[in-house]
């Protein structure tokens, strides 16, 4: 069993940055590849970033990239996403999720954590 749990979250203006942290318990940390998704109001939970086991490898989303990068610490469990130019529309519930496979399927979600941005 993984446990995640996101925060870093808050209310920012457009323009500013944020860096969310996602810490997980459980089974080795380092075995799985890590994501994360958001979900607007009204709207269905889509693909943020995602990134390797090792960390060497990282993908994002088209209207996120350039802006927000993901990154993870093996040592600590926790894999990081640092939003900067962050815009009205990046707001969302952010969450946290685990390839315990490494079949590219996420079976593992954290709770999210709100991010709000003021225009």
């Known amino acids: 069993q993984v446990q995640l749990v996101e925060s870093g979250g808050g209310l920012v203006q457009a323009g500013g940055s944020l860096r969310l942290s996602c810490a997980a318990s459980g089974r080795s940390f380092s075995s799985y590849a890590m994501g994360w998704f958001r979900q607007a109001p009204g709207k269905e939970r889509e693909f943020v970033a995602r990134i390797s086991r090792s960390g060497l490898v990282t993908s994002k989303a088209d209207s996120v990239r350039g802006r927000f990068s993901i990154s993870r610490d093996n040592a600590r469990n926790t894999v990081y996403l640092q939003m900067n130019s962050l815009k009205p529309e990046d707001a969302a519930v952010y969450y946290c999720?685990?390839?315990?496979?490494?079949?590219?399927?996420?079976?593992?979600w954290g709770r999210g954590t709100q991010v709000t941005v003021s225009s």
């Open positions: 999720a685990a390839d315990s496979a490494g079949n590219g399927q996420f079976d593992y």
